[in-house]
T-cell receptor, first 115, second 109 residues
Framework: DAGVIQSPRHEVTEMGQEVTLRCKPI?????LFWYRQTMMRGLELLIY????????DSGMPEDRFSAKMPNASFSTLKIQPSEPRDSAVYFC?????????????FGPGTRLTVL | GQNIDQPTEMTATEGAIVQINCTYQ??????LFWYQQHAGEAPTFLSY????GLEEKGRFSSFLSRSKGYSYLLLKELQMKDSASYLC??????????FGAGTRLTVKP
């Protein structure tokens, strides 16, 4: 299996621009998670989906962030407009089911820099 | 709030044993995970505990005491490649996983 795929791996943009991060989960996984990692705050859950439906978006920092999962093999995280404080590594992860041995498998991450 | 605490940094010698502690105070508990993260890479799963006791997997072992809100990750026969950050994470429920800030382990020759 190819694992979780994320694109782009690196993104540099200017403040105010729209940023779209993409994720392809592992085939057969019903859960998809978006995380953000910074030195200051560590790894934070932003939102997760179950069978393409958003279940919990309480971690989404503000209305500038939105996430979609139009089908079982694709999800996007969009930031509009972007701000320098959004600079972080954004990870996508997927799992077959809740907890247990069905652990979350992380993608390689997208390193976002907002100037 | 949810509190998951682990030491920021640790240093150990190649071939030795190191124990990384994690304490937690959370509103729910459905299991505790340990992840390894090398610099610039994604976290990778190491272990999962939901019942009290020790889980052993090769050179790595993880222990849980739910009554004490305590876990540790034990790494034996340390190798240079074990230099990484180790993240303790608590599954609160409904897939809400909260991570500690991570412990950066440096293995020296």
């Amino acid at each position: 299996d190819a694992g979780v795929i994320q694109s782009p791996r690196h993104e540099v943009t200017e403040m105010g621009q729209e940023v779209t991060l993409r994720c392809k989960p592992i085939s057969g996984h019903d859960y998809l998670f978006w995380y953000r990692q910074t030195m200051m705050r560590g790894l934070e859950l932003l939102i997760y989906f179950n069978n393409n439906v958003p279940i919990d978006d309480s971690g989404m920092p503000e209305d500038r962030f939105s996430a979609k999962m139009p089908n079982a093999s694709f999800s996007t995280l969009k930031i509009q407009p972007s701000e320098p404080r959004d600079s972080a590594v954004y990870f996508c992860a997927s799992s077959r089911a809740q907890g247990g041995t069905d652990t979350q498998y992380f993608g390689p991450g997208t390193r976002l820099t907002v100037l | 709030g949810q509190n998951i605490d682990q030491p920021t940094e640790m240093t150990a010698t190649e071939g030795a044993i190191v124990q990384i502690n994690c304490t937690y105070q959370t509103s729910g508990f459905n299991g505790l995970f340990w992840y390894q993260q090398h610099a610039g890479e994604a976290p990778t799963f190491l272990s999962y505990n939901v019942l009290d006791g020790l889980e052993e997997k090769g050179r790595f072992s993880s222990f849980l005491s739910r009554s004490k809100g305590y876990s540790y990750l034990l790494l034996k026969e340390l190798q240079m490649k074990d230099s990484a950050s180790y993240l303790c994470a608590v599954l609160l429920g409904n897939n809400d996983m909260r991570f500690g800030a991570g412990t950066r382990l440096t293995v020296k020759p």
